[in-house]
């Protein structure tokens, strides 16, 4: 089951299979171009970790 965290500001959405709080992620071919807030999930089976 997928997640959807999606940014206030701009509704940028990304699936992850767990997540919490408010988080934005830019991803572009599984690169993250920008983060901003914490968040702790797993994005396209590479771990992010909790920052």
Known sequence: MKIVCTSK?????VHFDYCE???IYE???GKILKEDFKL????YGKTI???
């Open 9 to 13: 500001e701009n509704n940028i959405s």
């Open 49 to 51: 970790g909790l920052f």
């Open 27 to 29: 991803v572009e071919k």
């Open 40 to 43: 702790r999930g797993n994005l």
């Open 21 to 23: 709080g408010f988080i």
